[in-house]
């Protein structure tokens, strides 16, 4: 076994929990802000890694709420997401599930991405809506982790689909793009095949700096 686990509810620091069930994660979540929840599988080298550098993380940021769920003992949460692999950081506004951040990522990734919902709080009133964004990719794919780490540098929250385990996805896919390579990223319904960056910057409204 490579690490240590947590007790149930015994807090790291002020703000990261262990959760036994997806009734104590409701409960546990702030309802205003944000809030994150890591889905990981002790004993594995990927779940080590993201349970080290997501805690670490934390630790700079006490007042960022973290739940850490481990898919070795509870069973009840990510079936509600329809998540299907860990390591999984979901990222909830409040009580609504709005993105999810897949693998493990170094320390500093999770710092910034908490370190913006700190000092950034969102306001709905004051922020334009992001349009929705749906990835198609599998986990092979190269360029399907250039296009998620694009996104996410940019902060663009988005659903990622594994088409290589679901095979409706993949169909519908396929129907809406006529083409069966991936990545295909649909932004507010128009259909992006492979890592087009001038598209994705203008239907997103990302701005590059040129110097």
């Given at each position: 076994?490579?690490?240590?686990?947590?007790?149930?509810?015994?807090?790291?620091?002020?703000?990261?929990?262990?959760?036994?069930?997806?009734?104590?994660?409701?409960?546990?979540?702030?309802?205003?802000?944000?809030?994150?929840?890591?889905?990981?599988?002790?004993?594995?080298?990927?779940?080590?890694?993201?349970?080290?550098?997501?805690?670490?993380?934390?630790?700079?940021?006490?007042?960022?709420?973290?739940?850490?769920?481990?898919?070795?003992?509870?069973?009840?949460?990510?079936?509600?997401?329809?998540?299907?692999?860990?390591?999984?950081?979901?990222?909830?506004?409040?009580?609504?599930?709005?993105?999810?951040?897949?693998?493990?990522?170094?320390?500093?990734?999770?710092?910034?991405?908490?370190?913006?919902?700190?000092?950034?709080?969102?306001?709905?009133?004051?922020?334009?809506?992001?349009?929705r964004v749906t990835v198609y990719s599998t986990p092979s794919c190269s360029w399907c982790n250039t296009l998620k780490s694009y996104l996410r540098s940019n902060?663009?929250?988005?659903?990622?689909?594994?088409?290589?385990?679901?095979?409706?996805?993949?169909?519908?896919?396929?129907?809406?793009?006529?083409?069966?390579?991936?990545?295909?990223?649909?932004?507010?319904?128009?259909?992006?095949?492979?890592?087009?960056?001038?598209?994705?910057?203008?239907?997103?409204?990302?701005?590059?700096?040129?110097?």
């Amino acid at each position: 076994m490579a690490y240590k686990l947590i007790k149930s509810s015994k807090k790291i620091s002020m703000a990261v929990i262990h959760i036994d069930s997806h009734e104590q994660m409701l409960a546990s979540l702030k309802k205003e802000g944000k809030n994150y929840v890591l889905i990981y599988k002790s004993g594995s080298e990927s779940g080590k890694c993201s349970f080290d550098n997501v805690n670490q993380a934390a630790e700079k940021l006490t007042e960022t709420n973290v739940l850490l769920v481990d898919v070795a003992q509870v069973r009840d949460v990510h079936p509600h997401y329809n998540i299907t692999t860990s390591p999984t950081l979901m990222v909830f506004e409040g009580e609504r599930f709005v993105n999810v951040v897949k693998g493990c990522n170094n320390p500093d990734y999770y710092i910034a991405l908490f370190e913006e919902s700190y000092f950034h709080p969102m306001e709905a009133s004051a922020q334009p809506k992001q349009k929705r964004v749906t990835v198609y990719s599998t986990p092979s794919c190269s360029w399907c982790n250039t296009l998620k780490s694009y996104l996410r540098s940019n902060r663009i929250q988005f659903t990622d689909v594994d088409v290589s385990k679901n095979q409706q996805a993949a169909e519908q896919m396929v129907r809406r793009s006529g083409q069966q390579g991936v990545p295909q990223t649909d932004i507010e319904g128009q259909i992006v095949v492979g890592f087009d960056k001038n598209k994705i910057n203008t239907l997103l409204g990302i701005q590059q700096n040129t110097n």
